[in-house]
């Protein structure tokens, strides 16, 4: 049987590899991103890449209703996209706050709004891709870290509410991932060489994570084995959280 995925910030990083290996896992996905990148996901039938800004009001309906008219069935959807912000708290602005909302949580509430019912017929199941900053204090990232909060408690209510209707729905917390998000924020900094010292520092594997490693603890989230495991918050994080 082929099972139905969207999944959001598919251009690159995590939510790349998680179209990857859900592929695999033989899922076809809508695979959604503002960037235009994501067309370089093969536009074969299996996978259907949308350039589409999460953000827009009409983008989560139109993106699981086009897995249903296509597939047939909805029965993963994986909040991924956000952006980050490395910024003292004295120095983030309201447009700050307000746009990191409104990247990083709103979209993940009405995408798991419109998928919903879809996924109670499938008796599907959710996972948001949260972060260690959304359980822990990090200095330097408020904004961001008060949105990976809200992913947290998301996750928690939608599991709690949905499972008497055979919903399941949980998230990975990543620590440092290799990716192009944390490369642009390090870029920034006065002194990016010690900056990624004291991020390798913090993890005890002595390294960040591949993408891949975050996108096979998404699938092994979403996969049968899992039919016991809702409201959980995976840490992906090398050790970070348990210091
Ligand atoms: N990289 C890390 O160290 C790290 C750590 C913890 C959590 N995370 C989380 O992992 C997730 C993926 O991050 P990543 O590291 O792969 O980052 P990334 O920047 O490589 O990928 C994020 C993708 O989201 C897309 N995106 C951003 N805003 C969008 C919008 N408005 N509409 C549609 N697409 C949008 C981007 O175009 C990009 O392709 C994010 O939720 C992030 O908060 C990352």
Redesign the pocket.
Known sequence: MELGAVV??A?????RSVVERLRSAGYRVVA????PEVKELAEDGWILPVV????ADETPGAAVERAVAKFGRLDLLVN?????LRRPALETSDDDFDGLFA?NVRPAFRFARAALPRLADSRGCIVN?A??SGLIGVPNQVAYAMT?GAIVQLTRQLAVEWAPRGVRVNAVA????D????DEARAADPDPAASLAVTLSNHPIGRMST?DEVARAIVFLAAPESAGITGTILSVDGGYVAR
Do not use: E, Q, Y
């Open positions: 959001t910030g251009a690159r990083g995590i939510g959604l991103d503002v960037a589409a800004d999460v953000t991924n996209a956000a952006r980050f990247t891709t972060s260690i990976k990543p620590g440092a991932v990716t192009g998000f944390m993408p």
